[in-house]
Antibody, heavy 122, light 110 residues
């Protein structure tokens, strides 16, 4: 079935770096825009980053701009999030999510991974 | 980035109807409308509706959505215990050039 599986989370010290991966299966990954969305413990959802289906356009939340980089390898059906200069407030479950195939409507995340936990702590 | 506004909690009785709201502005909800997501504790979110009242396949007909101006609503009829969850709205904000979420509403079925 259509699936997204994240990996790469863990515990990292403040100022450190981490790379998350999201493996897609059972759909044409190269046809879909993708996002990273995070959720701090006990908190709501926060959009983090977007990448166009072909990787030519990226967008970032102000809170991560300049520190995080989203990328994709369509030959490997994999989405990435390179995180650097990590802060305590980056502690969250990180989800990859697919932008739904709903024409010109933007903002419907129709497939989600199970999430990977990132903890920034000394 | 400013988000959308949702009431923190809503409670309603079994088999009753709950209405959840999501307020934005003319650059997000008032423009393209909103999507709604359901999240049970310990699980990823699940898409319930998009562009105000379109349901992905497999979503119960007890759920419907609408929009009036800058406010989107999710209506759940015949409440069941499994409807108890957190509900989020999301939208594209053309002014911020970013995606925004509401803070979430915890629905309790009494």
């Amino acid at each position: 079935q259509v699936q997204l599986v994240e990996s790469g989370g863990g515990v990292v010290q403040p100022g450190g770096s981490l790379r998350l991966s999201c493996a897609a299966s059972a759909f044409t990954f190269s046809s879909y825009a993708m996002h990273w969305v995070r959720q701090a413990p006990g908190e709501g959802l926060e959009w983090v980053a977007f990448i166009q289906y072909d990787g030519r356009k990226e967008k970032y939340a102000n809170s991560v701009k300049g520190r995080f980089t989203i990328s994709r390898d369509n030959s490997r059906n994999t989405l990435y999030l390179q995180m650097s200069s990590l802060r305590a407030e980056d502690t969250a479950v990180y989800y990859c999510a697919r932008e739904g195939p709903y024409g010109d409507f933007r903002g419907a995340f129709d497939i989600w991974g199970q999430g990977t936990m990132v903890t920034v702590s000394s | 980035q400013a988000g959308l506004t949702q009431p923190p909690s809503v409670s309603q009785g079994l088999r009753q109807t709950a209405t959840l709201t999501c307020t934005g502005n003319s650059n997000n909800v008032g423009d393209q409308g909103a999507a709604w997501l359901q999240q049970h504790q310990g699980h990823p979110p699940k898409l319930l509706s998009y562009r105000n009242n379109n349901r992905p396949s497999g979503i119960s007909e007890r759920l419907s959505a609408s929009r009036s101006g800058n406010t989107a609503s999710l209506i759940i009829t015949g409440l069941q215990p499994e409807d108890e969850a957190d509900y989020y709205c999301s939208a594209w904000d053309s002014s911020l050039s970013a995606w925004v979420f509401g803070g979430g509403t915890k629905l309790t079925v009494l």
